[in-house]
C-alpha cells in the first residue's frame, strides 16, 4: 500500500508540474499568498470547484521546496492514513518545506492532520470547495492560527489577461454571458455542458455526499428554482409552494445554507436593525458564477439586466463583504428596492443600485427615487448606479450625490469603500 500512495503521489507531483506549464494568468491573490508563506499559520484557499484553487496554490509556491497532496484522486479507493500519506510525501518530496493539500475536505477528520502538523511546526496550506467548512468551522477545528483567502472563478481584469482581449464594453457584455470558469474562459471546456455538468457535481459532491442528503431530487428542484430566481425576490413560503410542499420551511433554508457554502446560491436578506426580521424576510437569489444562468436558459433572450446585478454581487463577496453579515439588499418602507446595502459595519454605510441601462429618463428617476429613499432611512451617504452605459457622471439630488460609473469600472468603488 504504502508503494502504491507513493506511485499517486508521484503521478500528482507530475500533473502539478503540467499545471503550473500551461497556467497562463497570474491572479490577483497570487502576491497575497506567497508573502503568507513567511507566516507560520496555516493558509488556506476556499472556493468552488474548477475555480483554479491548486492552479491558484502552485503558482504562489513556485519556486518553493513544496510537497503536495491531492485529495480528490479518483485512485485513493483504498483505507490509509496521515502517517501513510506523509510517510509517501517524504519519499518523493524528500526535504520539503511546505505541505499543499488540495481539498481536503474529502479527508475523514482532516482537521486533526492539520493541527498536529501545525503543531510540530510545519508550514500548510489546505484548499477545499466547502465555505462553511473552511470558515465558520475553522475556528473550532483548527487550534492554531489560520490566514484564509477566497478565490472566486474569473473576475473581468482576469478575463481579459485570459481571453487577451480588450478592456471594452463588448468584451464585458461577453464576460456578462459566459462567467469566469476558467476552463470556460480559455475554451478548455465546452461551456454550457460543463457547467451543467459542474452544477450537478457540486450538488453531489459538496452537498448531498457532505451531508448526506436524502431528498436529492427536491434538493435539485430547489436549486433550479433558486437559479431560475436570479436576481429575483422570493420567499421561503413561496419556494415551498413551488416544489408542492415537499420540503418543509426549515429543510428550504437548510438546503439553501448548504448550497451558499458550497458556492451554488445564495439567498440574500433584506436588511433590518432586527435579526427576526432578517431571516424571516424574502431573499434574493444569486449565483456565484454569471455562466451557471446562461447554460440553464431554456430559450429567449438574456437578460442582461439579471447578469449585471449578479455580477455585482459576485464583486462585493470577490472583496470580502459577507452575505446577510456585511451585505444585503434593502426594500424601503414605501417599498422600493435597493439591489445592495452595505451597513456601517462594513466599512461605510453604502447603497448600490444596479441597472442596464439609465439612459431613460423614467428609468433614472426610479432608480434614484429608489436611493434617496434607502439613503433617507439608514443614513447612508455613499450612493451608487452601476450600469452598463459608458459615461460616468455624478448626480445632485438635495443633499443627495450619486456617482453613476460604468460596470467595468466598479472595482475602484468598491475598493474605495474598504479602505
Known amino acids: ?232 425576490r422570493c420567499s421561503i413560503r413561496s419556494l415551498e409552494r413551488a416544489i408542492n410542499h415537499q420540503l418543509s420551511h426549515s429543510t428550504i433554508s437548510k438546503f439553501l445554507s448548504w448550497a451558499e457554502s458550497g458556492y451554488l446560491v445564495c439567498a440574500l436578506e433584506n436588511y433590518s436593525h432586527k435579526a427576526r426580521e432578517r431571516v424571516n424576510s424574502e431573499k434574493k437569489f444569486y449565483l456565484f458564477d454569471n455562466g451557471f444562468y446562461s447554460a440553464h436558459q431554456l430559450s429567449g433572450g438574456r437578460d442582461y439586466g439579471k447578469l449585471l446585478e449578479n455580477f455585482v454581487f459576485i464583486e462585493l463577496v470577490r472583496r470580502g463583504f459577507v452575505p446577510n453579515l456585511t451585505l444585503f439588499s434593502y426594500k424601503t418602507n414605501s417599498s422600493y428596492e435597493v439591489d445592495f446595502y452595505l451597513p456601517p459595519s462594513s466599512g461605510k454605510a453604502s447603497l448600490i443600485q444596479v441597472a442596464y441601462s439609465i439612459s431613460s429618463q423614467t428609468t433614472l428617476a426610479r432608480e434614484t427615487r429608489a436611493l434617496i429613499a434607502a439613503a433617507n432611512e439608514l443614513n447612508a451617504k455613499n450612493l451608487y448606479i452601476i450600469s452598463c452605459d459608458d459615461a460616468e457622471q455624478k448626480i445632485k439630488i438635495d443633499d443627495h450625490k450619486i456617482t453613476v460609473l460604468p460596470a467595468w469600472e466598479i472595482s475602484s468603488i468598491i475598493e474605495s469603500q474598504t479602505t
Open 1 to 232: 500500500m504504502n508503494e502504491l500512495l507513493a506511485n499517486i503521489v508521484r503521478k500528482q507531483k507530475n500533473e502539478a508540474e503540467r499545471i503550473l506549464r500551461v497556467a497562463s494568468v497570474k491572479r490577483s491573490l497570487e502576491q497575497k499568498i506567497r508573502a503568507s508563506l513567511r507566516e507560520p499559520s496555516i493558509k488556506v484557499i476556499s472556493g468552488p470547484r474548477r475555480a483554479g484553487k491548486s492552479t491558484l496554490a502552485l503558482q504562489a509556491l513556485k519556486g518553493s521546496e513544496a510537497a503536495y497532496f491531492n485529495f480528490e484522486d479518483e485512485e485513493l479507493q483504498f483505507d490509509y492514513d496521515g502517517e501513510k500519506i506523509l510517510g509517501a510525501l517524504r519519499e518523493v518530496y524528500p526535504g520539503y518545506k511546505i505541505i499543499l493539500f488540495d481539498e481536503i475536505q474529502l479527508f475523514p477528520n482532516w482537521e486533526k492532520l492539520v493541527n498536529r502538523l501545525n503543531r510540530i511546526g510545519e508550514n500548510i496550506i489546505i484548499t477545499g470547495s466547502n465555505s462553511k467548512m473552511l470558515s465558520s468551522e475553522l475556528s473550532s477545528s483548527l487550534t492554531g492560527r489560520y490566514k484564509e483567502f477566497q478565490l472566486l472563478p474569473f473576475s473581468f481584469s482576469e478575463y481579459i489577461l485570459a481571453t487577451k482581449k480588450s478592456a471594452e464594453s463588448d468584451s464585458f457584455m461577453d464576460f456578462l454571458t459566459t462567467g469566469g470558469f476558467p476552463t470556460v474562459v480559455t475554451g478548455r471546456s465546452s461551456g454550457k455542458e460543463f457547467l451543467k455538468t459542474l452544477w450537478d457535481a457540486i450538488i453531489l459532491k459538496d452537498l448531498v455526499q457532505r451531508y448526506r442528503v436524502r431528498r436529492v431530487s427536491e434538493l435539485k428542484s430547489l436549486l433550479y428554482l433558486a437559479l431560475t430566481n436570479m436576481a429575483s
